[in-house]
């Protein structure tokens, strides 16, 4: 797995943890790897991977699989609200939900999908082999992402050894992949409980004022008490939270004496 990637790019510590891959042997060649996709409209496409990585919406296309509901598992398939598009997208199970509410969070990211699109190669006896990357980004500067999720308890053995392959084709077509584990458990928790504020609804028009009162690093509910009354003033902080309006530790538990600061930026995604 190569060093460099989109995630350790300015990404907050733990967000999510690339898994260290022993990759072996030599990876397929790119330009022998077709892509499986449905357009909007349910009509199925298979061509070379080269060219739907670089000319299709594929961040715009349904699920190419079904997510089937497993025994045992503890999160069975639903649906994610993404923030980044407002629209629902498909998960179908734990890990990929956990990375989903990642993405939707991160700012370079601008869409989102799981599953939209299955790469097909074959493998060394002839056979064709195929993976469908658990989630696919659109990046802000118009590059694709990639991500397969593995669970706490680390990465099947298949999905390792395909990893290599879905790489090896992702940049060739100028995208980025990356397999990760769970996030740190403190960022998890603290995103996730951000994230029920994430819908536009939550910042109540104030964000001017929101900036403005944390324009110095202030403990968060000293600046509620500021701001107003705490009813109406905590979810609009914990949506600036989300959206990046606000920045804070969310390595250690959130709590109300957390000191949070306006983003450079100031300004929601």
Request: charged fraction near 20%.
């Amino acid at each position: 797995m190569s060093e460099a990637s989109v995630w350790e790019q300015g990404q907050p510590p733990g967000s999510a943890r690339a898994v260290s891959l022993p990759l072996r042997g030599r990876r397929v060649d790119p330009a022998l790897v077709e892509a499986r996709f449905v357009d909007e409209s349910g009509t199925e496409h298979v061509m070379p991977w080269l060219q739907a990585g670089r000319e299709q919406a594929l961040e715009e296309c349904l699920p190419v699989r079904d997510f089937p509901v497993l025994r045992g598992r503890r999160i069975a398939p639903g649906w994610w609200w993404s923030a980044t598009s407002g629209r629902l997208v498909h998960y179908g199970f734990g890990a990929m939900r956990t990375q989903v509410m990642m993405l939707d969070r991160d700012p370079k990211v601008v869409a989102l999908a799981c599953r939209p699109v299955e790469l097909l190669w074959r493998g060394r006896s002839g056979k064709v082999v195929s993976h469908a990357p658990h989630l696919v980004a659109r990046l802000a500067d118009g590059s694709g992402l990639f991500v397969d999720c593995a669970g706490r308890c680390g990465a099947g053995r298949r999905l390792v050894q395909r990893a290599g392959h879905v790489e090896a084709a992702a940049l060739a077509a100028g995208w980025h992949y990356r397999l990760v584990g769970p996030p740190r458990p403190a960022v998890e928790a603290n995103v996730r409980w951000l994230a029920d504020y994430r819908h536009p609804r939550c910042a109540g028009g104030l964000m001017p004022r929101i900036v403005q009162c944390f324009r110095t690093p202030t403990p968060l509910v000293e600046g509620v008490r500021l701001l107003g009354d705490p009813i109406a003033v905590w979810p609009a902080v914990f949506h600036a939270l989300w959206a990046g309006v606000l920045s804070t530790r969310l390595d250690s538990p959130l709590h109300e004496r957390a000191v949070a600061v306006a983003s450079p930026a100031g300004v929601e995604r």
